[in-house]
DNA sequence: GCCAACGTTGGC
DNA sequence: GCCAACGTTGGC
């Protein structure tokens, strides 16, 4: 049982967008970088990962969904061996309201995640199981 | 294999 | 819009 981010431009793909699928289930797909990519092949069914909102006028966590299939090939994909892979998620809970970045980072024991360290821009993270519970506690006073 | 140039990410 | 950081490309 692993923990995770995974980050989406909220005006490309946004929770709502997900809530609104047949099943609240979707692929994440468009990866291309091959170290999220390595990330996304090792999740198994069952792990939990923070859907984080880049590049918008409040960066932050917007919710939670869960791995309910591992990762396959992306569909029309012409290389051969196929490069690039998604499992699908499904939506676990939409926050009242983005828990914002700008909170995140005033939280002393979460300077360890991946997405504060300077100069990140990997679009998918591990999250460790204490900076998991952490942000969960501080869901709950917003 | 090196490295300059260029493209992308993403917070501010 | 700016800029730091990093990844990719491609000539040599």
Known sequence: MA??????EPT??????????????SP???VRNYQARNYLKSMTVGDLAFFYYSSCKTPGIAGI???VKKAYPEKNQTEDP??????DVK?????PSVLPLSQIKEVGSLTTMILLRKGNRLSVTPVQQKEWETIIKLCKHY
Request: no cysteine.
């Open 3 to 8: 923990y995770w981010l995974l980050k989406s």
């Open 12 to 25: 490309t793909f946004s929770i709502e967008d997900l809530a609104k699928l047949p099943q609240k289930t």
């Open 28 to 30: 994440w797909d468009g």
């Open 65 to 67: 969904v869960e791995i």
């Open 82 to 87: 196929p490069r690039w892979f998604s499992p």
């Open 91 to 95: 939506l676990v809970q939409k926050f």
